[in-house]
């Protein structure tokens, strides 16, 4: 009894801290989705008024399907990466150390307002991207603005993310480290080059990395915020081209002081979430290897 007590005690700045910070307001926030708060009255119970207003915004409509893209185009372009990387850095290569830290910056600093920065510069009009594009005579493209372009604008931001590969990067590294030599070593005597031994072996052993890293990519690419806000100046950009789901939520509810509609759309993104996680987790025994 006394050594519960004494856990107690430990365990209670961590107690107090996830249900004063996270709990409270997750509950605050699942109440002000039923209700037409503007965080300046006294809300009133509107019951389910706030979601079915969600299919009838336009806005949010657009801003779910461009954040759909985001995901749908960027997290396996940065997986594909990041695997091809470790493929390539699990080689003892001289300063293959050195590599593993050089590439895990992008994770670092990727969300970061000074890179968004760099990026806006980078796409700009009159950006390093065109005037590279100039000097090599592509003048036709040049001239695009590749931020303000509907066409193209998500997609800078799909390279933004895709340059972030680091953290999944060295997850993959370890992963491959992990897989027995033997197997490598009698594909070898079977005559198998290196591309058959990657998806007969490697490939097959890494799909549960595979599968983590997804879930977890997936999950934050959802919840992307600053690359968008800081690159259109927290406006969504030219004809809502960048207009992530977060960013709009954030503008109904800091902006426009529709709390009660802000709270209905990040409770609608985390079923959007948990939707998609319990897809794949039943889809998982498919395709995702288990040694047991």
Request: charged letters at 10%.
């Amino acid at each position: 009894m006394r050594t519960q007590k004494i856990a107690f005690v430990f365990l209670a700045p961590w107690l107090i801290g996830i249900t004063a910070f996270s709990l409270a307001p997750m509950l605050m926030s699942l109440w002000f989705s039923f209700t037409n708060s503007n965080m300046f009255n006294v809300p009133d119970w509107i019951g389910f008024a706030n979601y079915t207003a969600l299919f009838k915004d336009p806005r949010f409509l657009r801003s779910l399907g461009i954040t759909a893209r985001y995901v749908l185009f960027g997290v396996p372009l940065q997986l594909g990466f990041a695997l091809f990387l470790a493929s390539i850095l699990n080689h003892k290569v001289p300063g293959f150390q050195l590599f593993r830290g050089i590439y895990y910056v992008p994770s670092l600093l990727g969300g970061s307002v000074a890179v968004a920065l760099l990026w806006r510069q980078i796409f700009g009009l009159e950006g390093i991207l065109n005037k590279g594009l100039s000097f090599l005579g592509f003048t036709r493209f040049a001239e695009v603005s590749w931020m303000n372009d509907p066409a193209t604008a998500v997609y800078t931001l799909v390279a933004l993310l895709v340059w972030q590969f680091g953290s999944c990067m060295v997850i993959f590294v370890a992963g491959i480290q992990n897989i027995p030599e033997t197997l490598y070593e009698a594909a070898e005597i079977d005559g198998a080059g290196r591309i058959a031994r990657f998806f007969s072996i490697t490939f097959p052993m890494l799909t549960p990395i595979i599968f983590f890293n997804l879930i977890m990519q997936i999950i934050s690419a959802f919840q992307a915020f600053t690359p968008a806000f800081i690159i259109s100046r927290g406006t969504g950009g030219f004809r809502d081209s960048i207009l992530f789901y977060t960013l709009y939520l954030y503008r109904q509810g800091f902006v426009e002081y529709k709390m009660g509609y802000a709270s209905a759309m990040a409770w609608f993104l985390l079923l959007i979430i948990g939707a998609i996680t319990a897809l794949l987790f039943a889809t998982s025994r498919l395709w995702v290897y288990y040694d047991e």
